[in-house]
């Protein structure tokens, strides 16, 4: 497994693996990251076969000084996408690339990480509460 930085000829794979295993209402397309260019160190690809099998996108969020008074916090981030195709899940690809982006976080002296998980991404979760994450929100809906 080879973990690198994004090029722009890896947009194509990066967005058929989102529409294919990530939980998004509509179909993202290369807008959609065209913020990675502000925090190019965070979107990293793995590579695995010649092919990109999984990636991570995150950034440094800007939020005002009160909120982040409120988070006893510095200075956030956000994980935008954590993608792993469903076989190379379990075999440590997902921590991988998040111990990077941290590591690029934390040069960046960044001392809050936030992200959203799908109620549907268990196997994300896992992850995410193994890494230390914590829940802070819940997000519902109800059908009429």
């Given at each position: 497994?080879?973990?690198?930085?994004?090029?722009?000829?890896?947009?194509?794979?990066?967005?058929?693996l989102t529409n294919e295993y990530a939980s998004f209402d509509s179909d993202v397309?290369?807008?959609?990251?065209?913020?990675?260019?502000?925090?190019?160190?965070?979107?990293?690809?793995?590579?695995?076969?010649?092919?990109i099998v999984a990636f991570i996108f995150g950034y440094i969020k800007e939020v005002?000084?009160?909120?982040?008074?409120?988070?006893?916090?510095?200075?956030?981030?956000?994980?935008?996408?954590?993608?792993?195709?469903?076989?190379?899940?379990?075999?440590?690809?997902?921590?991988?690339?998040?111990?990077?982006?941290?590591?690029?976080?934390?040069?960046?002296?960044?001392?809050?990480?936030?992200?959203?998980?799908?109620?549907?991404?268990?196997?994300?979760?896992?992850?995410?509460?193994?890494?230390?994450?914590?829940?802070?929100?819940?997000?519902?809906?109800?059908?009429?």
């Open positions: 497994m080879n973990i690198r930085p994004f090029t722009p000829e890896d947009i194509t794979q990066i967005i058929s397309t290369a807008a959609d990251f065209s913020s990675a260019h502000a925090f190019p160190q965070g979107l990293l690809v793995a590579e695995a076969a010649g092919r005002p000084g009160t909120i982040l008074n409120r988070w006893n916090a510095q200075k956030a981030a956000q994980i935008n996408l954590l993608v792993v195709e469903p076989p190379y899940r379990r075999q440590g690809t997902g921590e991988t690339l998040m111990r990077k982006l941290e590591d690029a976080f934390r040069e960046e002296d960044v001392d809050l990480i936030l992200l959203h998980c799908p109620a549907e991404a268990t196997e994300a979760k896992h992850l995410y509460d193994k890494l230390g994450f914590e829940v802070r929100a819940y997000a519902m809906k109800k059908r009429l």
